[in-house]
């Protein structure tokens, strides 16, 4: 397993600056997840790591080594891609072993190295068979093995749960985080999967349009995010955001109603402000006695959750996560609220986030609020 550290790393395509001054350093064993938008670079970064991509600007060190220059082979990297292209007319071992054979091991080392890992990938059953006989998963796996038995210190994965369902891809994503935690190696994982990120980092490094927003962890980034892209980025429904209207004291006016937010919020800043609220942290209960009021659009339900679409105003609708089935039915009139601790601010010009929450509070079985119905 190997460091990586990428100081003020730049990449131009021709006049297009794709990666802009990125500051990483991925610690050596680590899970790092790029999770990010279509286009913002998380390919790009991986490809650079890799030496499949030239790097315009700033210095990759690997294990301490200035690697720029190095040769794919020298970085010990190995791929695992979305698409798996396994060479249709061999068996799974023998596209196992392809690139041993390649580069010339010695049978005896190779027959040890395929049988490691289709144990560790549980292929044993599937050594004989041709791709064409193979599930997506299975497929993958086989990919996935490729890559282990070359002994990489560093693995790369760009999005290689892309092609398969859903099911299978939290079963896949449940076998890599086992994978790292056996193999313990270095591993660069690529998605624009939220959920994945979340539930498979160690750390995990937001990057939008060739920048980093924000690294740290999966909760560190939902609970403290630097600004509304990474707190609206993480989470599934969204962070609903809410820009402020007008403001008395520390009493903001938004759609729907109005809010009290902390004095201590408020002192910092007179410009213009955005609140954050996530859905469970929203009850929902009398219309009379809750700051916020709206008419439920929609309610979607999940079997063990709710999430319940309220409209404050014709432009902002918000959504509720409630536990359990029982929920409002759409057209009804419905007070919202929120403990004020769970809210998060935002400077509505730059987006930065000047209030977060602290993560404990404000779960949605939690709630202040009386007279609910
Ligand atoms: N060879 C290239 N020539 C020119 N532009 C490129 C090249 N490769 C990538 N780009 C551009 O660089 C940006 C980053 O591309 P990249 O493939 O890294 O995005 P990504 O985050 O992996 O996106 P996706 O989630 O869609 O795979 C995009 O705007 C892309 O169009
Ligand atoms: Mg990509």
Not at 265 to 274: D, G, Y
């Amino acid at each position: 397993m190997s460091k990586v550290e990428l100081r003020n790393i730049d990449k131009y395509f021709g006049k297009f600056h794709a990666i802009q001054g990125v500051d990483l350093t991925i610690n050596k064993g680590e899970l790092i997840v790029f999770v990010g938008p279509s286009g913002c670079g998380k390919s790009t970064m991986l490809r650079l790591i890799s030496g499949l991509e030239d790097i315009s600007g700033g210095e990759l060190l690997i294990d301490e080594q200035i690697a720029n220059n190095w040769m794919p082979v020298q970085r010990k990297v190995a791929m695992v891609f979305q698409s798996y292209a396994l060479y249709p007319n061999m068996t799974v071992s023998q596209n196992i072993a392809f690139g041993l054979q390649q580069a010339k091991l010695p049978k005896a080392e190779i027959a040890t190295r395929v049988a490691e890992a289709s144990a560790t990938l549980k292929l044993d059953e599937l050594l004989g068979r041709r791709p064409s006989q193979l599930s997506g998963g299975q497929s993958q796996r086989v990919a996935i093995g490729r890559a282990i038995v070359r002994d990489p210190s560093i693995f790369l994965f760009d999005e290689p749960l892309s092609n398969l369902d859903a099911e299978l891809r939290v079963h896949m994503r449940v076998e890599l985080v086992a994978l790292h935690q056996r193999i313990k190696k270095t591993m660069i994982y690529v998605t624009h999967d939220q959920v994945e990120a979340m539930t498979m980092a160690e750390r995990i490094v937001v990057l939008n349009a060739g920048r980093i927003e924000q690294v740290g962890t999966p909760l560190e980034l939902y609970n403290a995010p630097k600004n509304e892209f990474v707190a609206v980025f993480l989470g599934s429904p969204k962070m609903n955001i809410l820009t402020e209207i007008s403001r008395n004291g520390n009493e903001i006016t938004l759609p729907g109603g109005r809010i009290s937010v902390s004095d201590e919020a408020m002192a910092t800043h007179s410009v213009k402000i955005k609140v954050g609220l996530r859905p469970e942290h929203i009850v929902l209960g009398n219309p009379e006695t809750m700051p916020l009021r709206g008419r439920v659009r929609l309610v979607e339900q999940l079997g063990s959750e709710s999430f319940i679409y309220v409209e404050l105003s014709p432009e902002q609708t918000i959504v509720v996560r409630k536990s359990g089935q029982d929920a409002p039915n759409p057209g009804e009139i419905v007070g919202a609220g929120h403990l004020p601790e769970c809210s998060y601010i935002f400077d509505a010009a730059t987006g930065i986030c000047m209030k977060s929450n602290d993560g404990n509070r404000g779960g949605y079985e939690k709630t202040h609020w009386k007279n609910q119905p």
